[in-house]
């Protein structure tokens, strides 16, 4: 089974500058999420997605970021535009069910790291 | 705002230590996780413990979950150096707005020298 995939791995961009990241669940997974994990510290959690609808958004700074997932599949993350405190590794997970509950295993990605300068 | 304390930060021991991470928190917990992060790589989850006072054995690691449900710890038996890594703890929130919500800790950075 194909973890999950996200791109770019890498990013370097100047304040003020947009940039995207994508995310490629795993298959059959219902639940999606979006976390920004700041060196030195544990991730938080950012978005969360069940299918298409968003769960829970409440930590996600939306005056410059966005989130969507397309058909309950795919997902991307932008920010527009980027602060150097936005600096961090961005961490898509999923699971399977749609509880999004506790019990719910999380199957993160490898992460994309994003530089703002 | 639910927040899981981790100490140490760091940990640096030799080979064949036996060490042990602390996750506490004022706040109660539906369900405790233990992940793993090696660099460049995404958390990779250790173990789920649920049950106030449960203790869960995976080889040489073991994890306890508080009576209270609100501290864990993770003790690692003879160390080796494939033990170096992020350790992370996460609680899930128990109730109300945080339900199933993961609160994770600033993480314990380990490394075993040869």
């Known amino acids: 089974e194909a973890g999950v995939a996200q791109s770019p791995r890498y990013k370097i961009i100047e304040k003020r500058q947009s940039v995207a990241f994508w995310c490629n669940p795993i298959?059959?997974?219902?639940?999606l999420y979006w976390y920004q994990q700041i060196l030195g510290q544990g991730p938080k959690l950012l978005i969360q997605?069940?299918?298409?609808?968003?769960?829970?958004d409440s930590q996600l700074p939306k005056d410059r970021f966005s989130a969507e997932r397309l058909k309950g599949v795919d997902s991307t993350l932008k920010i527009q535009p980027a602060k150097l405190e936005d600096s961090a590794v961005y961490l898509c997970?999923?699971?399977?069910?749609?509880?999004?509950?506790?019990?719910?295993?999380?199957?993160f990605g490898p992460g994309t790291r994003l530089l703002v300068l | 705002t639910q927040l899981l304390e981790q100490s140490p930060q760091f940990l640096s021991i030799q080979e064949g230590e036996n060490l042990t991470v602390y996750c506490n928190s004022s706040?109660?917990?539906?369900?405790l996780q233990w992940y793993r992060q090696e660099p460049g790589e995404g958390p990779v989850l250790l173990v789920t413990?649920?049950?106030?006072?449960e203790v869960k054995k995976l080889k040489r690691l073991t994890f306890q979950f508080g009576d209270a449900r609100k501290d864990s710890s993770l003790h690692i038996t003879a160390a080796q150096p494939g033990d170096t890594g992020l350790y992370l703890c996460?609680?899930?929130?128990?109730?109300?707005?945080?339900?199933?919500?993961?609160?994770f800790g600033q993480g314990t950075i380990l490394t075993v020298h040869p």
């Open positions: 298959s059959g997974h219902a639940t």
């Open positions: 996460a609680g899930a929130g128990a109730g109300g707005t945080s339900y199933g919500k993961l609160t």
């Open positions: 413990v649920v049950t106030g006072g």
């Open positions: 997970a999923s699971s399977r069910g749609t509880s999004g509950g506790p019990e719910e295993t999380q199957y």
């Open positions: 706040s109660v917990f539906s369900s």
């Open positions: 997605f069940q299918n298409n609808g968003v769960v829970d």
